[in-house]
């Protein structure tokens, strides 16, 4: 519900949008900073409750016990790892103030890679794993390989997204057309972590490249396996109290989204509508 009303976010130094509408907008993106925490505790919580039932006890025997073997969980995991720096740098982004210091830099690129194109695409090829084999039948090709090239796509990211998120720092901007800034001794001072997120994305590209070779051989090879999906139920505490009726129906859940996003939106669009030709007022591009 909170997700949704906050494109604004990426806008906060563009003109045209008071900032009545871009203060709304940050509000709303910290109000989803709440959930996302409670996410991450009920998945870290499910992982601890699993390894305690199997005898295991402390931080670090918990985590080595986890299947780290296991392609499958470990994508999803390294993505989850990947998603906590992701979150902390969208919180900088969501600040009014704070945004100043990134907005256009190679900040941002760097933001979208460590939360899209890291958790997202890592759950993505490990749910793959699962879900092929299981649903046509065909054991999955080179499980060692697949294992390697989630490790493989966790490393490039994280070389090359946070080198983007310190070349930002620095003053790296987001879009230019000339890489080499006429010879500028600022540039020269980010140019390094350019060059380690361009070794990054080589790591990257390794990666996707090892995903098609197990893609294409699960779906060439001949070898059977039939993998049922086990699921998992919630527990529920006998101690706990039921959930209220009012928060427990869709409709309303989706009708309190839909008005906060025309709320959130609607504005910055009559804002937008109603300015000069150039969308913004007293604004020269040259």
Do not use: C
């Not at 945004?99 to 256009?104: A, F, I």
């Not at 796509?153 to 090359?160: A, C, H, I, Q």
């Not at 620095?170 to 890489?179: H, K």
């Amino acid at each position: 519900m909170l997700s949704t009303p906050v494109g604004l976010h990426h806008q906060f130094l563009d003109p045209g949008i008071s900032a009545t509408w871009k203060w709304l907008h940050m509000a709303l993106t910290y109000g989803v900073v709440v959930p996302s925490f409670m996410t991450a505790f009920a998945l870290f919580a499910t992982f601890e409750i699993a390894a305690r039932r199997a005898g295991k006890r402390g931080f670090l025997n918990i985590v080595r016990w986890l299947p780290w073997k296991d392609p499958v969980f470990t994508g999803i995991a390294l993505g989850m790892l990947l998603f906590i720096p992701g979150g902390f740098g969208g919180i900088v982004n969501a600040s009014y103030s704070m945004d100043v210091l990134v907005h256009n830099t190679m900040w941002i690129v760097g933001h979208f890679h460590i939360t899209v194109g890291g958790p997202v695409a890592l759950t993505f090829m490990a749910a793959a794993y699962k879900l092929v084999p299981t649903l046509t039948g065909r054991k999955l090709f080179a499980p060692k390989l697949a294992l390697a090239q989630m490790y493989t796509f966790f490393v490039g990211m994280s070389l090359m997204s946070l080198s983007m998120h310190w070349a930002g720092l620095l003053g790296s901007p987001r879009r230019s057309s000339d890489v080499s800034y006429a010879g500028s001794a600022i540039a020269a001072a980010w140019h390094p972590h350019m060059v380690a997120a361009a070794i990054g994305g080589i790591v990257l590209f390794i990666s996707i490249v090892m995903f098609v070779i197990v893609a294409v051989g699960t779906r060439l090879q001949d070898e059977r396996a039939l993998e049922p999906i086990p699921f998992a139920f919630a527990e529920v505490d006998a101690d706990a109290m039921p959930t209220p009726r009012v928060f427990d129906g869709l409709g309303r859940w989706a009708g309190a989204a839909l008005a906060l996003a025309i709320v959130a939106y609607a504005g910055p669009m009559h804002e937008y509508l109603s300015q000069a030709h150039y969308l913004a007022p007293g604004m020269r591009t040259w």
